[in-house]
């Protein structure tokens, strides 16, 4: 390996982190929005076309205070199974940042039998080298690493005019590494790490008009893991998730989109707890047995491709409640930026954003596809 080479892309990482919010927006509209690049081309019509390439590459950037400036890209390929399903799609991703972390991530989104069955699945490795100053509000300086390794899919089968009933699957080995005090204090309040394997049950409803980028409809999905040292996990606890997401169409040009979004454990063993899911923070850098958050997300169509992007909300973290009225469980996220359509038949979005929390909390992201 050449080991130049790195020393020279970490210093280039260090330098872009460094760089304001209103740089960086400005620097990513240059490289993906510039004339004669690979997403330029007119629309086509609501089904895939020979015109609409079926594969695409977009860049990834995230900058925040736990993994520092990685970036990366997405590959991906669209295909539709027959004219009623929606276009699938399979993307391979990957990122690595100036703190020598590093995620690697294949998934698949299938429609197809008329509609009437839909497959996910995802398959990520990664490991995430850790700075912090104050770990888990304990106030001991700490670094770690932790490495994580995931697979998980889940199957739905339409039963009715909008719902779909499946089966889901989750295997997931995630440890965490450290030395001297804090590892002591992680074994402590037992923040090791966990091997799990659940399976689950999951129930949706989905009137919305498209898949990925809906201007009207509702998206309802209710599921549960249920992880067990029977199945080859190291805990027996349970997951359970519900997310509800609205979409209203208030002008030609301008969709409103909320969601309100919860996860719920019993007995999960601190690893397996709930994190924030907003973005502006940074998952597993807060924890608690559950959560719950209510986001709202502007989306404005500009000319051509382009949009502008409004994101906010607020989440809680809790183990009863009540914990919700004690302000330092509540947390804000706000920001936004601009969007582009990648593939206008599939709906595949990439948006550029900056987001700010609570306490210092805050990201700027490149991304694909919308929140929710």
């Given at each position: ?13 260090e330098m ?25 081309g ?6 895939l076309?020979?015109k609409?390439?079926p ?7 995230t ?16 295909h539709?199974?027959d004219?009623?399903?929606a276009?699938?799609?399979?993307s ?9 972390s ?15 069955q ?7 490795n ?23 390794h ?11 005019p ?8 989750m ?20 923040l ?15 009137s ?15 599921g ?13 606890y ?7 997401a ?14 309100l ?5 019993e007995?999960?063993?601190i690893?397996?707890y ?8 940074v ?11 209510f ?8 000319k ?29 996220s706000?920001g936004g ?7 206008e ?28």
């Amino acid at each position: 390996m050449n080991f130049y080479l790195i020393k020279k892309f970490r210093l280039a990482l260090e330098m872009i982190s460094r760089l304001p919010a209103w740089k960086l927006l400005w620097i990513c509209g240059s490289l993906l929005f510039a004339p004669g690049n690979a997403f330029s081309g007119e629309s086509g019509e609501p089904e895939l076309t020979a015109k609409e390439k079926p594969f695409f590459v977009v860049p990834l950037l995230t900058s925040n205070p736990k993994m520092s400036t990685s970036v990366g890209a997405v590959a991906g390929y669209l295909h539709q199974f027959d004219s009623e399903s929606a276009p699938s799609m399979f993307s391979l991703s990957g990122t690595y940042s100036d703190s020598d972390s590093a995620f690697a991530a294949l998934f698949a989104q299938m429609f197809f039998d008329r509609g009437q069955q839909q497959l996910n699945v995802a398959l990520v490795n990664g490991r995430v080298n850790n700075d912090y100053d104050d770990f888990l509000g304990s106030g001991l300086p700490a670094q770690t690493t932790d490495k994580v390794h995931m697979v998980g899919g889940r199957y739905s089968y339409r039963v009715g005019p909008n719902w779909f009933l499946g089966i889901q699957a989750m295997a997931s080995n995630y440890v965490i590494e450290a030395e001297g005090a804090v590892e002591q204090a992680l074994e402590t309040i037992g923040l090791t790490g966990v091997d799990s394997v659940g399976l689950g049950l999951a129930a949706e409803l989905d009137s919305r008009d498209h898949k990925r980028n809906p201007k009207s409809g509702k998206h309802l999905i209710f599921g549960n893991y249920a992880y067990r040292e029977d199945f080859g996990g190291s805990d027996d606890y349970d997951v359970y998730r519900a997310n509800f997401a609205s979409y209203h169409s208030l002008a030609e040009r301008y969709v409103l989109a909320w969601q309100l979004s919860g996860r719920w454990t019993e007995q999960a063993p601190i690893s397996g707890y709930s994190s924030i899911a907003l973005r502006g923070y940074v998952r597993g850098m807060q924890l608690a047995p559950n959560s719950t958050h209510f986001a709202v997300d502007n989306r404005i169509r500009l000319k051509g491709r382009f949009g502008l992007t409004i994101y906010g909300g607020v989440a809680c973290l809790y183990d009863e409640m009540d914990d919700c009225s004690d302000s330092s469980n509540v947390y804000p996220s706000f920001g936004g930026g601009a969007s582009f359509m990648v593939r206008e038949q599939a709906g595949v979005v990439l948006r550029a954003e900056y987001i700010a929390g609570k306490e210092g909390s805050d990201g700027f992201y490149v991304t694909l596809n919308n929140p929710f």
